[in-house]
């Protein structure tokens, strides 16, 4: 095998036509012989090319409504060969099979079809079989041949062959071979999943996760780490998805916070009120409803104004100038909405540091869509927390009034999202203390209301806005402590899952103390 080989035929067979013609053409020009079968085919001979069918190489025509096209030792020998082996090019002469010096092929849209919700039998039609074996025939025997299986690799082959006349480097080829077997690896992983979840099978003995790249990040969580964001190829309104109007490249920890972010101000439903979310290091550190955008902001940034300081905020519904206005008082990483008006978006350009992120909506935050998170040696797949509440049990002596059970399910819907241990303190329809991620759940109690006391401070308050307040816990109550520190920072009513071996002293002790306390009967644990 020499390092540059020569480019003399080509078998160009896609569902995605783009550039499909200008692809064609400039290998045309080079004198390759184009192969093709089916609407690529027809395509390009509409454009004026010339193109001998697949069918006529094999001398069998497409059968079985196309399923049966390319798998022919006419093809695959062709693909296979090795060009400096004797033995093979001997079999090619006896046969009469010519080699196929570089493969194009993007396959069915597989991933598309179960996008639009298509049933399980159109589904099944649009898993390619001829496309991926041709791949891997290209892929494997990379040493004489290239593969390509994306339409943004058409230019970059052109400009190989130019830099080479005609001719293609041994490591341009071991690059397309890599692409081509992480993309069939992706469509496998796509159809597999895909039927696991057909079948309703939660567990299937094989899980395969994929990405598409989607940008090189800097840098990942720390500068010495190296770091990509990849796509999944879905279509769920978020930060894979979104539109950045301005500012530089997202970091590693930007997307990660815009997520978390983006992902709490989801659960409010925008025809209950304009609600905003603010998040510093996958916490939000103020979340707010509001009668306007401003206002709902305003309000969740007096939570923790300290911690707002370069953090990421999260809309429930499209921006305006005013909202804008007040956002760009401060530095703030992400500011991500569904949409902004025009207004809006000329105000945030003056803040060249500032990014700004538009979706075509809210996600369903009912669905249960996968997650995954990586452990050493292994992979942990679950659905994602949708628990909604359902049945709410009051089990002290005092009852929540309305008011404080509008709280009590804000304070909870909070919760879910701040990491475990979480207490959240709401009042007014606005968080007033957030305490997360302490190995003791007192530890976060007490947190969230030194929080308040000092924001209290800073905003020349007689009291904190924790008097009053509710409080959410993502998890039980272990010991009556927590209940005791909340009720000292002023707290009247309390909401957690119940379903401590000490359930009766921690009601015991929201009795002694006056305050309301609901059962929701489920946790929110977030690591």
Not at 436 to 459: E, N, Y
């Amino acid at each position: 095998m020499t390092d540059l080989q020569p480019l003399r035929r080509a078998l160009l067979s896609v569902s995605d036509k783009t550039g499909l013609i200008e692809l064609g053409q400039a290998l045309a020009d080079r004198g390759v012989e184009l192969l093709s079968t089916g609407g690529s085919a027809a395509a390009l001979r509409d454009a004026g090319l010339t193109v001998r069918d697949v069918s006529d190489l094999t001398g069998f025509p497409e059968m079985m409504d196309g399923r049966v096209k390319t798998l022919h030792p006419m093809v695959h020998g062709g693909l296979l060969a090795l060009r400096d082996n004797a033995d093979h090019l001997g079999t090619m002469d006896q046969h009469g099979i010519a080699p196929i010096d570089l493969v194009v092929v993007n396959l069915y849209p597989f991933e598309a079809t179960v996008a639009r919700g298509a049933g399980y039998a159109e589904t099944i039609e649009n898993i390619d079989i001829g496309g991926p074996a041709m791949i891997r025939s290209a892929a494997k025997n990379h040493s004489f041949v290239n593969v390509v299986v994306d339409v943004e690799d058409y230019g970059p082959l052109l400009a190989e062959l130019e830099a080479h006349d005609g001719q293609t480097t041994y490591a341009f080829r071991q690059k397309l071979a890599q692409t081509a077997y992480a993309r069939t690896a992706a469509y496998d992983a796509a159809v597999s999943n895909w039927m696991a979840k057909a079948i309703d099978d939660p567990a299937p003995r094989r899980r395969v996760v994929a990405g598409t790249l989607a940008q090189t990040l800097r840098y990942g969580e720390n500068p010495h780490q190296q770091a990509a964001f990849y796509t999944d190829g879905g279509t769920r309104p978020g930060i894979a998805t979104a539109q950045q109007h301005q500012g530089k490249e997202l970091s590693w920890n930007n997307i990660n916070d815009t997520d978390a972010a983006w992902e709490l101000v989801s659960e409010f439903d925008p025809a209950d009120g304009p609600a905003c979310v603010i998040v510093k290091h996958a916490n939000p550190c103020g979340v707010a409803r509001g009668a306007t955008l401003a206002e709902a902001y305003q309000k969740a940034f007096d939570c923790d104004r300290t911690s707002a300081f370069g953090g990421i905020i999260a809309f429930n519904m499209p921006l305006d100038e005013a909202t804008a206005k007040e956002i760009t008082g401060i530095f703030t990483e992400v500011v991500i909405a569904p949409g902004a008006d025009a207004a809006a978006v000329t105000h945030f350009a003056s803040k060249k540091n500032l990014r700004l992120l538009t979706t075509t909506g809210l996600p369903d935050v009912t669905g249960a869509d996968l997650s995954v998170r990586q452990v050493a040696g292994g992979l942990l797949v679950q659905d994602r927390d949708v628990g909604q509440l359902s049945d709410l049990r009051v089990v002290t002596k005092a009852q929540p009034t309305a008011e404080q059970m509008a709280d009590l399910r804000f304070a909870w819907t909070v919760a879910k999202h701040v990491k475990s241990n979480a207490i959240v303190y709401v009042n007014g329809g606005a968080t007033v203390g957030v305490g997360a991620g302490q190995m003791s759940r007192v530890d976060s109690t007490r947190i969230a209301a030194r929080k308040a006391q000092d924001m209290a401070a800073d905003l020349g308050l007689d009291q904190p806005l924790t008097q009053g307040s509710v409080v959410a816990s993502d998890a039980f109550f272990p010991f009556a402590d927590g209940v005791l520190t909340a009720a000292e920072a002023g707290a009247v009513a309390l909401i957690q899952p119940g379903g401590s071996m000490r359930d009766d002293e921690v009601i015991a002790a929201a009795d002694e103390a006056g305050l309301a306390m609901v059962f929701t009967g489920m946790r929110h644990f977030r690591h």
